[in-house]
C-alpha cells in the first residue's frame, strides 16, 4: 500500500534552515507529482510546495518563494523540502502528499521556528 514517511522536522531559530524529506514506497513513485503541505496553529492546511513527476516543474506558495526549495529523486522515491531563511510563521506541522488513485498523506513532521 502507498506509505509516505516525513523526517526532519525540529525546533529552530528564525532565519535559521530545515530539510525534510518524504520517503515514498507502495506506488510507482517517478510517475506522480508530489507537494508538500503546512498546517499552522489555527489555521488550515495550506499547499507549500509541488514538483512534477521528473522535477521539472515547481510551484510555491507566495509566502514561501525565494526561501524554500523542493526537489526529488525518484531513484530513492524521495521528494524534499529545503527551508531557509524560517520565520516563525513558518511554524506547523508539514505533511508529504500524493495524490495517486487516491490521495495520500503522510503522518507529518513538526517544524517549530522560535528563538
Known amino acids: 500500500q502507498v506509505q509516505l514517511v516525513e523526517s526532519g522536522g525540529g525546533l529552530v531559530q528564525p532565519g535559521g534552515s530545515l530539510r525534510l524529506s518524504c520517503a515514498a514506497s507502495?506506488?510507482?513513485?517517478?510517475?506522480?507529482?508530489m507537494s508538500w503541505y503546512r498546517r499552522a496553529p489555527g489555521k488550515e492546511r495550506e499547499l507549500v510546495a509541488r514538483?512534477?513527476?521528473?522535477?521539472?516543474?515547481?510551484n510555491y506558495a507566495d509566502s514561501v518563494k525565494g526561501r524554500f526549495i523542493i526537489s526529488r529523486d525518484n531513484a530513492k522515491n524521495t521528494v524534499y523540502l529545503q527551508m531557509n531563511s524560517l520565520k516563525p510563521e513558518d511554524t506547523g506541522v508539514y505533511y508529504c502528499?500524493?495524490?495517486?488513485?487516491?490521495?495520500?498523506w503522510g503522518q507529518g513532521t513538526q517544524v517549530t521556528v522560535s528563538s
Open positions: 514538483i512534477s513527476s521528473l522535477g521539472a516543474t515547481t
Open positions: 507502495g506506488f510507482t513513485f517517478s510517475s506522480y507529482a
Open positions: 502528499n500524493a495524490k495517486v488513485a487516491y490521495e495520500y
